[in-house]
């Protein structure tokens, strides 16, 4: 003895009641399903032109972590010779270059975790591959 539940989708019940009126309840939720395939579209195609663009921009937190390396022997020399900087402390420099290997840390994590699914980075075939 099988007993059937009560099915809980309108669309069923209409549909066991008038393919008429099934029809109609279609007719009425289409162009909602068309929005939403829009905006689904139109959400996917902003993440991955963004993914695109930040990706362009990778090379550039290389140069500052390059940058920073520079930073070091400047502040040393800041430290011995204060008038070479013209009024900025020696420590100045060494903050400057932590950040710029803070930003470039963050910025390529950040690029990592928006990555679309399935995504690759476009430009890792101009890098170089020995690291």
Do not use: K
């Not at 011995?80 to 903050?95: D, S």
Request: hydrophobic residues 55%; proline residues 8%.
């Amino acid at each position: 003895m099988t007993t059937e539940l009560p099915s809980s989708n309108v669309a069923n019940r209409v549909s066991d009641a008038n393919p008429l009126a099934f029809l109609l309840c279609s007719l009425a939720r289409l162009p909602f399903v068309i929005l939403r395939g829009i905006v689904g579209a139109l959400f996917y195609s902003i993440w991955y032109l963004a993914f695109y663009v930040l990706c362009t921009f990778r090379p550039f937190t290389g140069m500052m972590v390059l940058a920073a390396i520079v930073m070091l022997p400047i502040s040393i020399v800041v430290f011995v010779h204060p008038e070479a900087a013209r009024g900025m402390p020696f420590w100045e420099f060494g903050l400057m270059g932590l950040g710029f290997v803070a930003l470039a840390l963050g910025y390529t994590l950040l690029v990592d975790w928006i990555t679309p699914p399935g995504a690759e980075d476009p430009f890792e075939r101009y890098r170089r591959s020995d690291r």
